[in-house]
């Protein structure tokens, strides 16, 4: 495919981003005037700005379907084949690979079952090969992708694109799988931790002004938070803000590897639930498997699920008690925070979520610890599916096209990473 050479770093200003984000927003099309509208840019920069993107590709012009009498104005809609992003979710179980087009759009998904690295360069491998993959299945040439997003569990250093040593993750420590992957692939890679991989992807998503302040409590293998405040993702010092796993909320609860007592990350974790299943009799040793294995930990997770929706006492008992563990955490979260919104998500939500939904808000509004003044709502994430792989997947647009300034500063320009300036082909 013959690239007219459209570079992103040019495009990537302000301007740009603000008019591809207006236009992207409206997927039945907007008009140039209209445009101007949204944006309070002049006419005239809108024009210039509307010229690039249609000839970058990004864009499609052309008239509105007719009404009545008239010329029909001339409508501007994303070219949502004008470009993809992949995205790469490192959890402890199953990565999932995830190929967005530029809407966002789940164009192909593959999931495989996490390598245990005692070979780095083998994950790497392994990795680039379900890329290829994925990419072949989809039909979509590789030119036309601008970077690879991955999510992972923290601590990261987005920076160096290490991924340093996550609590579940045995084996991973210091994995250098930034430069790695940018090198087997040759793309553009970003890293970012799963949870704040979720928060830019609801910020994408949703409608301008509609979720501006929220904490998203991700339920997966691992319990985290992502937060976004005043419409942007928070990050912290390091990328790793967030980390609420070692709030405490059982005195007398299960020893952490921290050293202290029942911290909301060991006591809600779901392999501490299945092993409390068993001890329930909920389900048999042998249901349970290796509690260490997550694996085995998700299925047998999900029967214990299965068991709480089909009404079993200690299965219900037993994710009721979790979800009254997390609300206590989430008191601490929107105290500190003071947002107005909790969405949840990740990969073990929706098996905890009939519970949860009817437990967890009660307990947070009605928790004596809650100090801010206004109503909290709850709501579950409008990803589909892996929340982190899209959401890693988003990463790569968000940073290409997000007219917030501080989405242009994230680390993806070190030499190792490469720049986000890809050429774009015009289809
Ligand atoms: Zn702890």
């Keep these: 495919m013959s690239g007219t050479g459209v570079n992103l770093g040019a495009l990537a200003e302000f301007n740009v981003a603000v008019v591809l984000d207006a236009i992207r927003r409206h997927p039945s099309g907007v008009t140039r005037t209209g445009i101007s509208a949204l944006t ?31 010329k029909p104005p001339k409508i501007l809609t994303l070219n949502r084949n004008g470009g993809f992003a992949v995205g790469v979710h490192i959890d ?40 290829d993959a994925l990419l072949l299945t989809a039909e979509i040439d590789r030119g036309r992708v601008l970077g690879l997003g991955v999510a992972s569990p923290g601590p990261i250093d987005p920076q160096t694109g290490v991924v340093l040593n ?19 692939t040759g793309l553009p890679v970003l890293i970012e931790k799963d949870a704040t991989a979720a928060v830019v992807s609801e910020l994408w998503f949703s409608e301008p002004g509609e979720r501006r ?16 405040l005043g419409g942007a993702a928070v990050r912290g010092v390091s990328s790793n803000a967030g980390d609420t796993a070692h709030i405490p909320v059982d005195p007398t609860g299960l020893m952490c590897d921290c050293g202290r007592r029942g911290c909301v990350g060991v006591v809600t974790a779901p392999r501490t639930l299945v092993a409390e ?3 329930a009799g909920v389900l048999t040793e042998r249901q349970a498997g290796d509690t260490t294995d997550s694996l085995q930990v998700g299925s047998a997770f999900g029967l214990l699920a299965d068991a709480a929706d089909a009404g079993v006492p200690a299965a219900v008992e037993i994710l009721t008690v979790a979800s009254q563990q997390i609300a206590r955490a989430l008191v601490v979260v929107v105290n500190l925070l003071d947002v107005g919104e909790v969405v949840f998500g990740g990969p073990f939500w929706s098996r ?21 003044p206004h109503g909290i709502r709850f709501s ?15 990463l790569v647009l968000d940073n290409a096209f997000s007219p917030r300034p501080e989405a242009l500063r994230i680390g993806t320009t070190g030499e190792s990473a490469g720049r986000f300036s890809v050429p774009f082909s015009t289809p």
């Design 352 to 372: 905890i979520a009939p519970v949860a939904r009817t437990v967890l808000p009660e307990a947070v509004r009605t928790d004596p610890g809650l100090v801010v």
């Design 92 to 131: 402890p179980a199953v990565i999932t690979y995830a190929l967005i087009d530029l809407s966002g759009r789940v164009r192909e998904r593959i999931r495989t079952a996490t390598p245990t690295v005692q070979d780095a360069e083998g994950v790497v491998r392994e990795m680039a090969a379900m890329l």
């Design 166 to 184: 996550p609590p579940m993750l045995p084996g991973w420590h210091r994995v250098e799988l930034r430069s790695a992957l940018h090198l087997a």
């Design 40 to 70: 309070a840019l002049s006419g005239m920069t809108v024009s210039n700005v509307c010229r690039r993107l249609v000839e970058a590709g990004l864009v499609i012009e052309e008239a509105a379907p007719a009404r009545g009498r008239g």
């Design 277 to 279: 299943a068993v001890r």
């Design 380 to 394: 579950e994430s409008s990803i589909p599916g892996d929340v982190a792989a899209v959401g890693a997947a988003t």
């Design 213 to 228: 302040n929220f904490a998203f409590l991700y339920y997966g293998t691992g319990f985290a938070t992502g937060v976004a």
